[in-house]
């Protein structure tokens, strides 16, 4: 059973939009701190939006007022609504959970496996 399976990446126009699902098995996700982050193709990976108690704790400086989050207790699931998509929004996005998070990628000790997203121009 793999603890975080992401879903619902694929291939948008510029200004487009995508949501991006996050569902956990084995554990409650609103148990802990949640977090997306995302690599691009060069191999940088950056935190993009974390939630702390249910309310955003950070959100990178690049998405805001374009990404926002949401979380259904009762799917034990994350959601990333992603407005607005730039070209350079193309990357792997990947959920995490843990009860401390931090910017640095793959450092939480639930780490999901990916969607990509790609923007076209």
């Known amino acids: 059973e793999v603890p975080l399976v992401e879903s619902g990446g694929g291939s948008v126009q510029a200004g487009g939009s995508l949501r991006l699902s996050c569902t956990a098995s084995g554990f409650t996700l609103g148990d802990y701190d949640m977090a997306w982050y995302r690599q691009f193709r060069s191999g940088e990976c950056e935190m993009v939006l974390k939630?702390?108690?249910?309310?955003?704790?950070y959100i990178n400086p690049y998405v805001k007022g374009r990404f926002t989050f949401s979380h259904d207790n009762t799917k034990n699931t994350l959601y990333l609504q992603m407005n607005n998509l730039k070209p350079a929004d193309s990357a792997v996005y990947y959920c995490?959970?843990?009860?401390?998070?931090?910017?640095?990628?793959?450092?939480?000790?639930?780490w999901g496996q990916g969607t990509q997203v790609t923007v076209s121009s």
């Open positions: 939630i702390d108690d249910g309310r955003p704790g």
């Open positions: 995490a959970a843990d009860e401390f998070l931090f910017t640095t990628c793959r450092t939480s000790k639930y």
